[in-house]
């Protein structure tokens, strides 16, 4: 079964840094892509950015490329999202995900696996 545990969400003004950190266990990391997902509330669910299993591949959202950064490490089991120049419309839930199947999957059906999220907050 496989685990997927976020960690690094926060409150900060806008213009600011966060760097988000995914950690991946129970089955072999490269055997997924991996994903980044958000909810804001009332929202659904909108993809942010995937990356390939051997991390040579991104794939972002029009309204993150250029601020946002998804990296992969294969020896630590860990993707990574850093996301720069905050700005509040960034303020979501974000998820992990996990997905065997598909590369550059950029829909919620695309992933098996899903991480219990955590909170982004960008204040005006």
């Known amino acids: 079964q496989v685990m997927l545990a976020e960690s690094g969400g926060g409150s900060v003004p806008a213009g600011d840094s966060l760097s988000l950190s995914c950690t991946f266990s129970g089955r072999p990391f490269t055997n997924y892509a991996m994903a980044w997902f958000r909810q804001a509330p009332g929202k659904e669910r909108e993809f942010v950015a995937t990356i390939s299993r051997n991390g040579r591949r991104t794939l972002y959202s029009d309204f993150v490329r250029g601020r946002f950064i998804i990296s992969r490490d294969n020896a630590q089991n860990t993707v990574g999202l850093q996301m720069n120049s905050l700005k509040p419309e960034d303020t979501a839930v974000y998820y992990c995900?996990?997905?065997?199947?598909?590369?550059?999957?950029?829909?919620?059906?695309?992933?098996?696996?899903w991480g219990q999220g955590t909170q982004v907050t960008v204040s005006t």
């Open positions: 995900a996990a997905g065997a199947y598909y590369t550059d999957g950029d829909k919620p059906a695309h992933y098996n696996y």
